[in-house]
C-alpha cells in the first residue's frame, strides 16, 4: 500500500493483516514501490497458523508493526500475534537488528538495480552478486531464493 488508506498524507505498509487472521500463507513475493511506513502491519486479536517465507521486502520506516505495543521488535513481533508463526527466508532490506539469527537475510539497503529487470517488470534476484552472497549466509534461505527468482511480479 502506498499511502494509508484513513490518511493519504500517512504512508502505508506492504502488508496489513488483522483481527486474528488465521490460516494465512504468503509465500513468493516480490514488494516493490516506494518505502513504506511498515513492511507488515499487524493489529488486533491474536491469530493462528501464520507462514510468511521466500519473500522480499524492501526498506521501511518501522520494520514490522503491531499494535498493543509491539512495534519495531522483528520476530518478537510476528510471535507476539502469532505464536505458532513461520517467518523464514525472506529478504527483509535494512531489516532491524531484531531480526538477527531467525532465518531470514537482511541486506543493508534497498536498490530495484539489484533486480534482472525492473524496468520490464523482472523483479527475480540474480544468481550471483552481493545480495545472493548476504542471502547465501542465511541457512536454509538458498534453497528457497531459486523460487523467489522464479517469480514475476508486475511493476
Known sequence: VGTDPLDPGIKGRHLQILGGAEDVTITNN???GGRAA?????SGARGARLRVQAN????????????QG????????????YTDAVFR???I????AAWANTGNATPPT???SIFMNPIAGDFRLPETGAIARSVGQVPGIRS?????RSVRSAP
Not at 511498515?38 to 499487524?42: S, V
Not at 509491539?70 to 500475534?81: D, I, Q, R, S, Y
Not at 532490506?93 to 532491524?96: D, K, L, R
Open 30 to 32: 516480490t514488494f516493490v
Open 38 to 42: 511498515n513492511a507488515i502491519m499487524f
Open 56 to 67: 522480499v521486502f524492501p526498506e521501511s520506516d518501522y520494520d514490522v508493526w503491531g499494535d
Open 70 to 81: 509491539m512495534g519495531g521488535k522483528g520476530m518478537a513481533t510476528v510471535n507476539f500475534f
Open 89 to 91: 527466508d525472506n529478504v
Open 93 to 96: 532490506f535494512a531489516g532491524w
Open 110 to 112: 534497498f536498490d530495484q
Open 144 to 148: 528457497t531464493l531459486s523460487a523467489i
